[in-house]
């Protein structure tokens, strides 16, 4: 029996994926659209009666649901396509899990938040301000609804290697351009690789209920820009400060979504800090 990772080819399950490989784990990948460089399996999970026929094949001894429409601004303007994959999905795998008996572990966002209250802990109720947000925050009610003894875990922004926002933010700054940066955005950024270390806890562990995998330390998008420049030896004067109103975007944005990750930190967990993580990234 191995672990199912839905959303495999993303930037956290390709993570959280090499780490398992790494600990000589069998898990079973799924993937839609882009296939995956580890062996993984194509798989529609809107195709519910597909999806049901595989997970009685697999019998997985625990599910690890990273799947989702994780771009704000791709739900708010595909609200309907976004609610069945980050609503409808998860619940139907939560309904799985517990028939099945086997661990349910869900990734949600800080962005369920309204960023008038940080830092969140836990127990904060949600207070979204975006279709992604609402999403979510509804999956997780649902999601704990069909299976109590569900783990949800929310994320911060992350950042590493892969499809992310540090990727273009270094291109940009490598090839001199200045890169505006919001001084009004506020999140705790983690280290993928700490995030995904983090859901394996929890789940080796079979925790159950909220959890937060936050970064150690509340950033500015600007702050952000300015450490990535600093770590890759390049001028940081290219980062200019910018503001949330200065851009039009389809998804509005809370101020500060910052996490407090204690429930986490006392089970283990240790994220970086992004000098430290940028350090390892290959920066200085
Ligand atoms: N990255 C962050 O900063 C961040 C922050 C907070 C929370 N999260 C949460 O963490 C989780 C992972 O995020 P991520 O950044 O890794 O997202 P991502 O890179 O956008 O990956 C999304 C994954 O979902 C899969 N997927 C989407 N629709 C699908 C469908 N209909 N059937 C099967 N698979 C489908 C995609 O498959 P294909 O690409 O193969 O189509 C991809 O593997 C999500 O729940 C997200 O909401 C992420």
Redo the contacts with the bound molecule.
């Keep these: 029996m191995s672990i199912l990772i839905?959303?495999?080819?993303?930037?956290?399950?390709s993570h959280v994926a090499r780490l398992l490989e790494e600990r000589r784990r069998p898990f079973t990948g799924?993937?839609?659209?882009?296939k995956p460089d580890i062996p993984a399996e194509q798989?529609?999970?809107?195709d519910r009666k597909e999806v049901l026929q595989r997970l009685e094949e697999l019998q997985p001894s625990a599910i690890l649901h990273?799947?989702?429409?994780?771009?704000p601004n791709w739900c708010e303007l595909h609200p309907k396509e976004s609610q069945v994959?980050n609503v409808d999905v998860p619940i139907a795998l939560a309904n799985y899990a517990r028939e099945a008996g086997i661990p349910f572990l869900f990734?949600?966002?800080?962005?369920v938040f309204d960023g008038q209250s940080a830092p969140y802990d836990e127990e904060w109720a949600p207070s979204p301000i975006c279709t992604y947000g609402m999403q979510?925050a509804a999956a997780e009610q649902g999601v704990l609804l069909a299976c109590p003894e569900a783990a949800v875990v929310r994320?911060?922004?992350?950042y590493g290697w892969g499809?992310?926002f540090l990727k273009q933010w270094l291109e940009s700054l490598k090839a001199g351009q200045p890169l505006p940066a919001f001084v009004d955005e506020f999140r705790s950024p983690a280290y993928v690789q700490d995030a995904a270390h983090g859901l394996l806890m929890l789940l080796d562990l079979g925790a159950a209920g909220f959890f937060h995998l936050g970064g150690p330390e509340p950033a500015s998008r600007f702050d952000m820009a300015t450490h990535i420049a600093r770590a890759f030896g390049i001028d940081e004067r290219l980062v200019q400060p910018a503001r949330q109103a200065d851009v039009a975007m389809p998804a509005p944005r809370p101020a500060d979504v910052s996490l407090s990750s204690e429930r986490a930190y006392a089970l283990g967990y240790q994220p970086r800090g992004m000098e430290e993580a940028l350090g390892e990234l290959g920066g200085m």
């Design positions: 839905t959303g495999v080819s993303g930037f956290l399950g799924f993937y839609n659209m882009k798989l529609d999970l809107f990273l799947a989702a429409a994780a771009s994959i990734t949600s966002t800080d962005l979510k994320l911060p922004l992350l499809n992310n």
